[in-house]
């Protein structure tokens, strides 16, 4: 099977800075890519990216978040700055099986909880 195992979230102060790793058990040219879902919110597309460098983010989170990849180290990481409060969720890790991002995820990660507060 498939793993998508996420760190780096915790407790952060609004404007701070986190950065998610997600190791996965094959990289390949799947795209991959980073969920959250906040409670009681529909769970959204933070950012997501082919192995070309083709990337989708969230329109919030554009010019703050970056998502990046290192196909060696079959890691996908999300930098995260000048967080807000509305970014508290559990972040996901997920992956494609292909390389076209479609609506549905292949295989997602336990979660990694990011909670932004004072």
């Known amino acids: 099977q498939v793993q998508l195992v996420e760190s780096g979230g915790g407790l952060v102060q609004p404007g701070g800075s986190l950065r998610l790793s997600c190791a996965t058990s094959?990289?390949?040219?799947?795209?991959m890519g980073w969920y959250r879902q906040a409670p009681g919110k529909q769970r959204e597309l933070v950012a997501a990216?082919?192995?070309?460098?083709?990337?989708n983010y969230l329109d919030s989170v554009k010019g703050r978040f970056t998502i990046s990849r290192d196909n060696v180290k079959n890691t996908v990481y999300l930098q995260m700055n000048d967080l807000k409060p509305e970014d508290t969720a559990v972040y996901y890790c997920?992956?494609?099986?292909?390389?076209?991002?479609?609506?549905?995820?292949?295989?997602w990660g336990q979660g990694t909880q990011v909670t932004v507060s004072s």
């Open positions: 997920t992956r494609w099986r292909g390389v076209l991002i479609t609506a549905t995820p292949d295989y």
């Open positions: 094959g990289f390949s040219a799947f795209a």
């Open positions: 990216t082919t192995r070309t460098g083709t990337t």
